[in-house]
């Protein structure tokens, strides 16, 4: 059984979740194949990366040589952003494997379909177990996923927001439907959702410009800057009144939800990868205002 990792890429600000990426799966994953286009989810020109960033930092030297990178320079639905026609646009740049990963990977292979800031942790040996385990004895469904646990702005900053998995893929499922290179949004049996195997880094970037300029590359639309900057002063999932304005999540403002606010937590075993833990020092990206816990009660009443 081999494993192939697919997963979007879009500028060098997510360099560092990249690392996290490939030393936590470098035991157990065959191959990484990053999805790169020209242009960004929302149709705007950005340029190709993943090259220049995998060549010219020392610290990839060992990954180099399972790492292949598929780019194009294709702009799909010119002048149209909304978020039908960028959830379009992220099928296709996922579906850009498909020919390499169904040429080079078998019936009994997996392909793992996700993002630069998730990450499967094979350094760890209890989660490789059982997610080896999962792949070799588990029912035999085309998709399987595995829980994951969850930081937001900075790798010890827990978001609590659940149900969020990994998705692995059998590689014979793939050749035969090809739509499962969408299989982030297609239902199957989840391992370990109380005990999660896995972990997502979301936005963790070293200023409020990066985190702002993720809003401005991924599928959804209708971010600014000031929720963003109110989002890191207290420490919570960002809301805007565009977005409420525009209907697309009606009634959904900060407060809402009881998983809208986040919180430091201490590094553990049990919580966290010790390749994330041992490099916290430099990891870390401290966005989050650190007094997150009185400006939320200052500005939500919280």
């Known amino acids: 059984m081999k494993i192939v990792d697919t997963f979007l890429f879009s500028e060098p600000h997510e360099k560092d979740l990249l690392l996290v990426k490939f030393n936590l799966e470098k035991d157990v ?25 995998i060549e010219g930092d020392s610290r990839f030297s060992e990954f180099k040589d399972r790492i ?15 978020e039908d026609a960028n959830f379009e646009r992220e099928k296709w740049q996922r579906g850009l ?25 094979f350094s760890d040996v209890d989660r490789r177990n059982f997610v080896l ?11 399987i996923r595995i829980g994951h646990i969850r930081y937001w702005y900075d790798f010890d900053n827990r978001c609590f927001i659940p149900n969020f998995k ?27 959702a109380e005990n999660p195997a896995a972990f997502e880094y979301s936005y963790c970037f070293n200023s409020s410009e990066e985190v702002f300029r993720k809003k401005c590359t991924y599928a959804h639309t209708h971010f600014d800057m000031e929720s963003v900057l109110t ?3 207290c ?28 919180e430091k ?38």
């Not at 990178?69 to 002048?79: A, D, F, G, R």
């Not at 590094?267 to 966290?272: D, M």
Request: no cysteine; glycine share 8%.
């Open 235 to 262: 420490n919570h999932w960002p809301r805007t009144k565009a977005r409420f304005d525009s209907g697309l999540d009606p009634g959904n403002k900060v407060g809402d939800f009881e998983y809208d606010f986040f």
């Open 97 to 121: 494997m498909y020919d390499y990963v169904t040429s080079n990977y078998g019936e009994g292979d997996w392909v793992i379909i996700g993002d630069a800031d998730e990450s499967v942790d």
């Open 68 to 82: 292949t990178i598929i780019s194009k320079n294709e702009l799909l639905h010119p002048n149209n952003n909304v």
């Open 29 to 53: 994953v065959n191959e990484w194949v990053i999805l790169e286009n020209a242009y960004t989810l929302q149709g705007d020109y950005k340029g190709l990366y993943a090259k220049e960033v």
């Open 133 to 143: 385990n999962a792949l070799n004895h588990g029912p035999n469904y085309p998709i």
């Open 166 to 192: 990994v998705h692995f893929v059998r590689a014979g499922a793939l050749k035969t439907h090809p739509e499962l290179v969408r299989a982030r949004n297609m239902q199957g049996p989840t391992f370990r």
């Open 231 to 233: 989002g890191l002063e």
């Open 265 to 302: 937590v201490e590094l553990t075993p049990q919580n966290s990868p010790k390749y994330v833990r041992d490099n916290f020092d430099w990891l870390a990206t401290n966005v989050v205002n650190p007094d997150y816990k009185e400006n939320r009660k200052q500005k939500y009443g919280i």
